[in-house]
Each structure stands twice: as C-alpha cells, then as structure tokens.
C-alpha cells in the first residue's frame, strides 16, 4: 500500500481526495493536515510515500517550502494540487522538488492518474499546459517566455499582487520586508516590459487558465 499523507485547509478538498484514493484499493490515507506546523509532524511521523499538497497552506512560505519539504523527506514524493492555474506555478514546483502539480479544476480522473504516476517514481504535468501555450497567441507566447525566466520568488510577489494583495500584506505572507517587495515589483515591471502595476497585474491574469 502506497502511503499518502493530504494537507489541505478545506475540509471538503481532503475529504474528496480521500474518498479518490481509497477506492482505488492501493493507497493508505496516513493523515490528514490544515496547516505547516502539522504538516511537519506528520511527515516526521508517518513517512509518507507521497504527500498531496495545497501550496496557500497556512503556516508554509509557497513554493520555497518545498525545499525545505524535499530536503528533510527526500523519500516523500510531493504532488501539489492547488488553487493556482498551472502556468503560474507549474515549472518553478517541480524545480523545487513536486512531482507533479495539479490546479483544483482538474478532473478526479486526472488527479487519479497523477497520484499514480508520482507514486511510481515519476513527474506528471498536465498536457493541456503546452497544448494552451502552443495554440495562444504571439503576445502570450511572447509573455509565457517572459514568465518563464522570473525566479519563484518573483511568481510569488507577482501572484500576491494580482490577487489585490498591498506590499504590506505580500511582505507578511512572504516574510520579507516592504523595501524587498518594492524591488521585487521593480523587477517584475523590467522583466514583463510594462510600465506600471496595473498593466503588470493584467499580464499576469492573462497566464492564468479559467474553466470553459
């Protein structure tokens, strides 16, 4: 039996994954968690095989806690399903060490496929991302190019900024200073080639993948 650890803040998103997954008769739902420090325990604990992680967890610094995740479990295989779409977290989750990352509107069928692939040992992206990005227009392939050589802290401040967030807020949630976060937008303005913030925050929704 594989054993699969869920950390998720939404009561309804572990009770579905469990329900999933423990139909298929293979997987052992070992636990069960709402925020970081619980998420630490129980990876010392219950030594999962894979854990099913939200990145918005409270209490965890985004992507950069996989690091960290990796670094201290590294026979823990990490698939991150969250509320994000895709192109905004995707690429950077699995160069810090996810196996997989799925949003929330993915199929039970996809998310079944997922946890079995990472389960064996290997790396699932969904192939509507290339699929997307290949039939979009030049400005969005121009954009998604751009997108790709921002560092995961620059996503992370960009993401925070297109969902309203003040400097203030992004400062606390990522833990870092408001002076920091200034030259993070600073550089996110250079890097997309847009002149102020509200130009930069459409850019980033135009990555984003919305139901159809």
């Known amino acids: 039996m594989t054993k699969i650890l869920i950390a998720d803040h939404h009561p309804i998103t572990r009770m579905g994954i469990?329900?999933?997954?423990e139909k298929e008769g293979v997987y052992e739902i070992v636990g069960k968690v709402t925020n970081g420090k619980d998420l630490f325990r129980a990876l010392k604990?219950?030594?999962?095989?894979?854990?099913i992680l939200e990145i918005d967890l409270p209490e965890i610094n985004g992507i950069t806690a996989l690091r960290t995740i990796k670094s201290?479990?590294?026979g823990t295989?990490?698939?991150?399903?969250?509320?994000?779409p895709e192109e905004m977290?995707?690429?950077?989750?699995?160069?810090?060490g996810a196996a997989a990352y799925l949003?929330?509107?993915?199929?039970?069928?996809?998310?079944?496929?997922?946890?079995?692939?990472?389960a064996r040992g290997g790396i699932y992206l969904n192939k509507e991302i290339s699929e997307k990005i290949n039939s979009g227009t030049t400005r969005s392939n121009n954009l998604v190019s751009r997108y790709k050589k921002l560092s995961t802290r620059e996503i992370e401040v960009?993401?925070?900024?297109?969902?309203?967030?003040?400097?203030?807020?992004?400062?606390?949630a990522l833990d870092i200073n408001e002076k920091t976060v200034s030259t993070y937008k600073t550089r996110l303005?250079?890097?997309?080639?847009?002149?102020?913030?509200?130009?930069?925050?459409?850019?980033?929704?135009?990555?984003?993948i919305r139901p159809t």
């Open 72 to 74: 201290e479990n590294p």
């Open 189 to 208: 303005l250079k890097k997309l080639r847009v002149d102020n913030l509200a130009d930069l925050i459409n850019q980033s929704r135009l990555l984003q």
């Open 45 to 51: 604990t219950k030594n999962p095989d894979v854990l």
């Open 103 to 118: 949003s929330k509107t993915a199929s039970t069928e996809i998310l079944s496929e997922a946890v079995h692939q990472v």
């Open 158 to 172: 960009l993401n925070l900024l297109s969902t309203g967030k003040r400097n203030k807020d992004i400062a606390e």
């Open 18 to 21: 469990s329900s999933l997954l």
């Open 89 to 96: 977290y995707a690429l950077n989750a699995i160069k810090a």
């Open 77 to 84: 295989k990490i698939l991150i399903l969250s509320c994000h």
